[in-house]
């Protein structure tokens, strides 16, 4: 089992920028890693995705432009660099792994990732 660990959250205002970051422990096959979000009373949402291999990212549309994700293979980490960001962006942000290559669909959907992090919250002042 990989571990997850986040680090980078914080209080921001709105217009501003931070940097999340991933570090998955351990010597492991990843296919994917992502990013997710969750709000207060709101269910968990798909913020972006990089395949490791190619570097191929998809992004939410609420974030496409604002967001960059990117990757360090060698390391096993995964970041989030979010500028421009709203008050609509507070929420706790999780990554997560996708580690098969078989069988995997549309990497929004959260049935494909098979470890989570603990989170890291994120807030955004108006």
């Known amino acids: 089992q990989v571990q997850l660990v986040e680090s980078g959250g914080g209080l921001v205002q709105a217009g501003g920028s931070l940097r999340l970051s991933c570090a998955a422990s351990?010597?492991?096959?990843?296919?994917?890693m992502g990013w997710f979000r969750q709000a207060p009373g709101k269910e968990r949402e798909f913020v972006s995705s990089?395949?490791?291999?190619?570097?191929?990212?998809v992004y939410a549309d609420s974030v496409r432009g604002r967001f960059t994700i990117s990757r360090d293979n060698a390391k096993n980490w995964v970041y989030l660099q979010m500028n421009s960001l709203k008050p609509e962006d507070t929420a706790v942000y999780y990554c997560?792994?996708?580690?098969?290559?078989?069988?995997?669909?549309?990497?929004?959907?959260?049935?494909?990732?098979?470890?989570w992090g603990q989170g890291t919250q994120v807030t955004v002042s108006s």
């Open positions: 997560a792994t996708v580690r098969r290559l078989s069988g995997v669909g549309d990497l929004s959907q959260r049935q494909y990732y098979d470890s």
């Open positions: 351990g010597r492991t096959f990843i296919y994917a």
């Open positions: 990089i395949i490791w291999i190619g570097g191929s990212a």
